[in-house]
């Protein structure tokens, strides 16, 4: 079965700071894996997916990702954190074709 | 470029009153669609997706049903709601089942 944990519920950095947030999988078969980001009352939006392509994927607004198999990981970073990417943070994997199990989610904190 | 439309943005009920929440897809053809739930600090849970007119599959037992009577409408509805149908309702499409989804803003609903 596929699952997917997201270590950090809450996550703080400073405005400017680089910004890693943690998301282990578990599948039985190649997954596909997506980040999305939600910002208060609205939808979500995806930032970047993994389809078995490169394993260091590039995102939206200067996002990315890398997929490790040995590790099971597809954490997300950000060289250098906004005000504006201050949001919820969803890891996600594709159980099957049109079922997405989402993690619980992160909650990018950013100081000025 | 393909939009995804959903409304009300909020909506406030009586226990035991019906529900119907609706949600349309522009810009493209035969989508699949999906109704999402997100309880207070938690992920997403899915309802119910489409792959086409007509056609619902149901992911858990619930006070809620889904109809699609045309290609890109999607709506959600209940004959009775409990107190336990508040949260954030969501719609989402994709273009193919193993595609990314992209969200609506979704449906903040709220029992008294």
């Known amino acids: 079965a596929q699952s997917v944990t997201q270590l950090d519920s809450h996550v703080s950095v400073s405005e400017g700071t680089p910004v890693l947030l943690r998301c282990n999988y578990s599948?039985?078969?190649?997954?596909?894996l997506f980040w999305y980001v939600q910002h208060p009352n609205k939808g979500l939006q995806l930032l970047l997916k993994?389809?078995?392509?490169?394993?260091l994927v590039k995102g939206i607004n200067g996002f990315e990702a890398e997929f490790k198999k040995s590790e099971t990981s597809f954490h997300l970073t950000k060289p250098s954190a906004h005000m504006s990417d201050a949001a919820e943070y969803f890891c996600?994997?594709?159980?099957?074709?049109?079922?997405?199990?989402f993690g619980q989610g992160t909650t990018l904190q950013v100081k000025p | 470029s393909q939009t995804i439309h959903q409304w009300p943005a909020t909506l406030v009920q009586p226990v035991g009153s019906p529900l119907s929440l609706e949600c349309t897809v522009e810009?493209?053809?035969?989508?699949?669609l999906y109704w999402y739930r997100q309880a207070a600090g938690r992920g997403l849970q899915l309802l119910f997706y489409?792959?086409?007119?007509?056609?619902i599959s149901s992911e858990v037992p619930q006070n809620l049903s889904a109809s699609r009577p045309q290609d890109r409408q999607f709506i959600l509805s209940s004959k009775k709601l409990l107190l336990s149908d508040s949260g954030f309702y969501l719609c989402?499409?994709?273009?193919?089942?193993?595609?990314?989804?992209?969200f609506g803003d979704g449906t903040r609903l709220s029992i008294l």
């Open positions: 989402a499409w994709s273009a193919e089942s193993d595609q990314p989804q992209h």
């Open positions: 599948s039985s078969y190649s997954p596909s």
């Open positions: 993994y389809t078995s392509a490169a394993t």
């Open positions: 996600v994997v594709s159980a099957r074709p049109g079922k997405l199990i």
């Open positions: 810009g493209t053809s035969n989508p699949n």
């Open positions: 489409s792959v086409g007119i007509g056609q």
